[in-house]
């Protein structure tokens, strides 16, 4: 992956489909040239045991795998990373027949390098007997866990849009550069991308904190839905007065974790 990351050529910018760093936004600085930009999938088999499940979905699922921008210090003015060296963003082509995130092919190749790797993942989609092609974006994470344990990682992914309304945000990062006189680094950049796919907004602060929050508020969603519906059904009063004590414990709960 040497030669396509440090190519250099006039020609035009790569694309995965109609979607480039340009149209996500991203600096001119940051884009691969087109005529460097094809990643061969071979590439991503030979560094890694891989089962024949995934080899298959590998061959049949992603059309083509294209660099589309590499945001370093150098093209971003952002300082060095201390974590993350460098953010690529990865174009995943899915075939005719494929529709969903390919999440074990992003695990798979995130999962070879130390940069951070953004995926825009693109697809065609049959709307009103014509196609449209969209376009979500998709990063793979370390949770938050215990130190010593090993980390476990999740691909996270942003919801299909038009391909054309697909936006990376890394302004909000370079502006916090000047405002701040330690200066913003890519590892900030990391976050911020990040926050973006996952929660939808461009502070990355505090982020694996503001992950686990939102997961135990859809898990406490999910048990007051349940208790709800549980207290509904049940004719025992005293089933009924045990239900009502949960439900009301876990909406405490979720009231506290919204306010935070």
């Given at each position: ?5 440090h190519g ?7 694309h995965?489909?109609?979607v480039?760093?340009l149209?996500?936004?991203l600096p ?6 087109e005529a460097?930009a ?6 991503f088999?030979g560094?890694?045991q ?10 049949n699922?992603?059309?083509s795998i294209t ?7 150098s093209?971003t ?5 201390a974590?993350?060296?460098e953010v690529l963003?990865?174009?995943?082509r899915?075939?005719a027949?494929a529709v969903?995130?390919?999440t ?9 390098r ?5 995926f825009a ?5 049959p709307?009103d007997?014509g ?9 793979r ?18 919801v ?6 697909v936006?990376?945000?890394i302004?909000?990062v370079?502006?916090?550069k000047s405002d701040d006189?330690?200066g ?11 926050a ?5 907004v461009p ?11 939102r ?18 059904r ?9 239900i ?5 414990k ?11």
């Amino acid at each position: 992956m040497t030669d396509v990351l440090h190519g250099s050529g006039s020609h035009g910018v790569a694309h995965c489909g109609s979607v480039s760093a340009l149209t996500l936004g991203l600096p001119a600085a940051t884009a691969v040239p087109e005529a460097r930009a094809r990643l061969p999938k071979a590439m991503f088999v030979g560094h890694a045991q891989i089962s024949a499940k995934l080899k298959q979905r590998l061959t049949n699922d992603i059309e083509s795998i294209t660099m589309l921008a590499l945001l370093r210090p150098s093209n971003t003015g952002l300082a060095a990373g201390a974590r993350v060296p460098e953010v690529l963003v990865i174009g995943l082509r899915l075939s005719a027949k494929a529709v969903l995130v390919p999440t074990e092919v992003i695990e798979l190749i995130a999962a070879q390098r130390k940069s951070g790797i953004v995926f825009a993942v693109v697809r065609d989609k049959p709307v009103d007997g014509g196609v449209r092609e969209e376009c979500t974006l998709a990063v793979r994470r370390a949770l938050p866990g215990k130190a010593g344990h090993l980390p476990v990682h999740e691909v996270f992914a942003d919801v299909w849009q038009p391909a054309h309304e697909v936006m990376l945000d890394i302004d909000t990062v370079r502006r916090a550069k000047s405002d701040d006189s330690a200066g913003a680094s890519i590892d900030d950049l990391w976050s911020s991308l990040c926050a973006q796919i996952i929660l939808g907004v461009p502070d990355g602060t505090d982020l694996d904190a503001r992950i686990v929050r939102r997961a135990q508020i859809s898990e406490l969603e999910m048990t007051i839905d349940k208790l709800t519906r549980d207290h509904q059904r049940a004719k025992d009063a005293d089933q009924r007065n045990e239900i009502y004590a949960k439900l009301h414990k876990a909406k405490q709960q979720l009231d506290t974790l919204r306010a935070q």
